[in-house]
């Protein structure tokens, strides 16, 4: 049996305990040069794609903006069309909210970040959720949750009609005009709950026909909308058992809307530190959580689960005695703050009674290690372990430092997985749906919801 490939993506972080700002190689998270570096760098390690999260609002904690977000990071579909000059067969995708923004912009955008890249163009459909990234835009609250849902499927859904809206096919002679004509193209008529449109769409298809379509979530809403109408679904689930189960379950979904399990690819966000040998990678590995969690970083993520000031707590004490707090908190603008608090709480002071685990050690374990840590053959096998064993189709890294935070990877470990195979040695076509191994973009369908927005 044939080994399966293993399909590799980027992501520029920006948000949350990722970045080790204090260490002397952690450049600019603004300056085009970082975004150049990090995109060529994984184009050189024949990635098939490159991913910028964005956020619609600056997060806060106690009113205040939260310090480890980047704060004036660029546009995102901005930023990827100035690299779609920089760079010559790495996929660009952009997470683009479907909650304030409208399908004939959207689709235009993606459209013409397609045709300027060549067909390298790819959309993370996100929603927003809370009435505070709402006040940007004076539509605070102006949606219910469930909604917004509808809404990102009906928005999906229009964007494909809109593309579809020129066809392919021959020029028409106009005699009298003296000049070639397409006469029905990008003549659209939409009508649904959430947009009523209708006129001509202004970009033509792109080289893909629609970019590749991205999904993150892990709700039974969004493996539906991943059976139905996404390419690549980002997982969390970073364990080879949670993987396979992940897997399983949203594969067996997609035969119901007439697909194959091979036209979605299913990527984890994942980590990766690499030593010279196994007990060199695991102390670095120690002292980038260590650093990516200090003090400050560990209180504040600890009053976003307790909704309450905690700041006169030790880090490096016990877990406070009070009870949590399950109003509105502390926190706005991040979603993992938002499930059942109460009960996260309840399994922390086990897991921090069982393992004698202070405040500090307690968020390093609860807000995850790397995914990979060891040689470079150590993490090329672990790699190559996951996706043979159907646990993923391949992975999201997500480096600790920009811009170089990729380099090991590519110069140690992808030489090793093209040496067994499992990885292309070069590009065999020129646009991401190539890279991933799709076929032709699926017509306007069925509409399913969108995630809610969990990255910024």
Aim: aromatic share 8%; charged share 25%.
């Amino acid at each position: 049996m044939a080994r399966k490939q293993i399909h590799l993506a980027a992501h520029f972080p920006g948000v949350n305990n990722i970045t080790v700002w204090s260490d002397p190689a952690s450049g600019s998270q603004i300056d085009f040069d970082s975004f150049v570096h990090l995109a060529r760098t994984a184009e050189r390690g024949r990635f098939d794609f490159f991913f910028l999260a964005e956020g619609l609002r600056l997060r806060e904690m106690k009113g205040r903006i939260h310090e480890l977000d980047v704060a004036g990071r660029p546009e995102s579909l901005t930023v990827l069309s100035a690299l779609a000059a920089v760079t010559s067969r790495l996929g660009l995708a952009a997470t683009v909210n479907s909650t304030f923004n409208e399908p004939y912009e959207v689709a235009r955008r993606l459209a013409t970040l397609d045709h300027l890249s060549g067909g390298r163009a790819a959309w993370n459909v996100v929603t927003s959720w809370d009435a505070f990234t709402g006040e940007n835009f004076r539509r605070g609250g102006f949606l219910d949750e469930a909604d917004r849902y509808t809404r990102a499927a009906e928005f999906l859904h229009t964007a494909r009609e809109l593309w579809d809206s020129w066809a392919d096919g021959d020029l028409v002679a106009d005699p009298a005009a003296g000049e070639f004509v397409r006469p029905g193209a990008g003549a659209f008529a939409h009508r649904g709950r959430h947009f009523r449109i209708s006129g001509r769409f202004a970009t033509p298809r792109g080289p893909q026909g629609h970019p590749v379509i991205i999904q993150a979530g892990d709700s039974d809403a969004g493996r539906e909308f991943a059976a139905a109408d996404a390419d690549v679904i980002f997982s969390r689930h970073g364990t080879l058992e949670d993987g396979r189960a992940f897997s399983k379950d949203v594969k067996s979904r997609l035969a119901r809307y007439g697909r194959r399990p091979d036209e979605l690819k299913i990527m984890p966000s994942v980590t990766c530190v690499i030593g010279d040998t196994a007990e060199e990678a695991a102390e670095r590995a120690a002292e980038i959580r260590r650093a990516q969690v200090g003090p400050q970083t560990a209180i504040a993520y600890l009053e976003g689960v307790w909704g309450r000031d905690l700041s006169g707590y030790d880090p490096d004490g016990p877990l406070p005695d009070i009870e949590p707090d399950l109003g509105e908190g502390v926190s706005k603008g991040r979603a993992q703050f938002r499930g059942d608090r109460g009960e996260t709480v309840r399994r922390w002071r086990e897991l921090a009674a069982e393992r004698g685990l202070s405040i500090r050690d307690l968020v390093i374990e609860a807000a995850g290690r790397q995914t990979f840590v060891g040689t470079p053959r150590a993490v090329a096998d672990q790699i190559d372990e996951f996706v043979q064993a159907d646990a993923a189709d391949g992975f999201v890294f997500v480096p600790h430092l920009t811009p170089g935070g990729l380099d090991d990877l590519v110069d140690r470990v992808v030489p090793l997985l093209q040496e067994k195979g499992v990885f292309r040695a070069d590009y065999t076509g020129p646009t991401l749906r190539d890279h991933l191994g799709l076929g032709p973009a699926r017509a306007a369908g069925r509409a399913a919801p969108a995630r809610e927005e969990t990255a910024s």
